[in-house]
């Protein structure tokens, strides 16, 4: 794997803010930080973590701030917001700095080229690199940007929107990306974001069924693991494609079924003849 580098750069005119937000990452956060020590300011945006994130961000070294979750869209721009300086990196807490692309962000700082610019990530996962399902190079969203050149939608729940002012870049550096150590937490990970996406789809007024969850699901395993040739990264890849199928699925079923009456059975007079 790539080293990380903490050393200090020597003469940097520009300073530059990172900043992680966090949710019960006491198994990530260390590597996020230590990967990044190097900045200016390491921001690590907390969102009322039960486990040790906190306490190993703060022995790191980072400043921890507490801000409330609603939508993932209001969650970024409140953590921009809260950034000292005039440039920003923006690191997920299962994300890890390179030192190349140290490199490359110490370059664009002294000669920017863009206003915000979007970095390839590569993906370990099921003990190898992910090389298809779409996940490479795997852009998320712009993570090197001017503070005031980057603005999310403040009610996106997930997978948030967002508006760039001025010119975009590209790395050529990659960063690392480790989304899950294991199953356990693909399946937390599904349920989460499936919930936050159904709630996208009510309050967009999608139209949505059963049969939607459905086609919905094998459209998202088939464009995975044939379309972006998932079947190339061997099981890791089927398991990927499988995960976006049950993700995809339970969305549209959470919003389908979200009005029905799970709790209460009807009383013996109620029940079919």
Known sequence: MTE?????????????????????????????????????????????????????????????????????????????????????FSLDADERCTAAAKTEILHCLTQPDADAYYVPRRNWFMGRWINYCGWYPDYRQPQLFRKTALVFDDHEEVHESFRVEGKIGYFKASIIQVPFQNLEQLLHKTQRYSTLGARKLERKGKSVSMSKALGHGLWAFFRIYVIKRGFLDGWAGFVLAL???????????????????????????????
């Open 243 to 273: 995960g976006n199928f049950e993700g995809t699925f339970y969305r549209y079923a959470k919003a389908t079924t979200a009005n029905i009456n799970w709790a209460h059975p009807p009383t013996d007079n109620d029940e079919p003849k």
């Open 4 to 88: 990380f580098s903490s050393e200090k750069p020597a003469g940097q005119a520009v300073k530059l803010s990172v900043y992680i937000i966090t949710y019960n990452e006491a198994d990530k956060i260390a590597a996020a930080v230590q990967s990044v020590s190097w900045a200016d300011e390491v921001l690590v945006l907390d969102s009322n973590s039960s486990d040790d994130t906190v306490k190993i961000a703060t022995e790191l070294g980072a400043t921890v701030k507490q801000l409330p979750f609603t939508t993932f869209g209001k969650l970024r721009n409140d953590a921009i917001a809260a950034c000292q300086h005039d440039w920003v």
